[in-house]
């Protein structure tokens, strides 16, 4: 699943960093305001997905991105996640992550950089909300990372 996900979220982000450099090109001639380099930060269950951990996860259909982006932005990525049968949940934003959640690199786009939350921040996240969905993948982080126990505890 990692795999496929991976690369449908490439397609994506390739399209999306295609509008904005033909957005800009036309701003340019016409005068308008252009699109600043964004910077888009993916947390939530595609974040679990895209980090290849040694247990099986279920895919998602949204897409959880925890920073603010234009509203154009937004608009051209749900339509291209809905291409793929997937979209931008409008509540991302919401999520709550640690204060020390590290981004990993995963598109480096002349117009963006995607970015993915590491996976125990995610857990952790996952462990604050306490649903009952998420419970299976705290305790299969848990099985695996042992030492896991220790940041449960701070919660």
Partial sequence: MGKLFHNLL????NDLNA?????????????????A??????????????????????GTMDLDVINKIPFII??????????????LDPDGIKA????????LPLFN????????ADPASVVLSKARCNRMKDRVIVENYLQ?????KNELEKL
Avoid at 109 to 116: D, G, T
């Fill in 37 to 58: 380099n964004q910077d888009i930060k993916i947390v939530g269950q595609a974040a679990l997905l895209l980090a290849d951990l040694p247990f099986p996860l279920l």
């Fill in 10 to 13: 490439e397609k994506v982000f």
């Fill in 74 to 87: 937004q608009k051209k990525l749900n339509e291209l996640l809905l291409k793929n049968r997937m979209y």
């Fill in 96 to 103: 709550w992550m640690p204060d020390n959640t590290h981004y």
């Fill in 144 to 148: 695996h990372f042992p030492a896991f």
């Fill in 19 to 35: 509008f904005i450099e033909e957005y800009d090109a036309e701003c340019d001639e016409q005068g308008g305001i252009r699109i």
């Fill in 109 to 116: 786009l002349s117009r963006l950089q995607v970015s993915f």
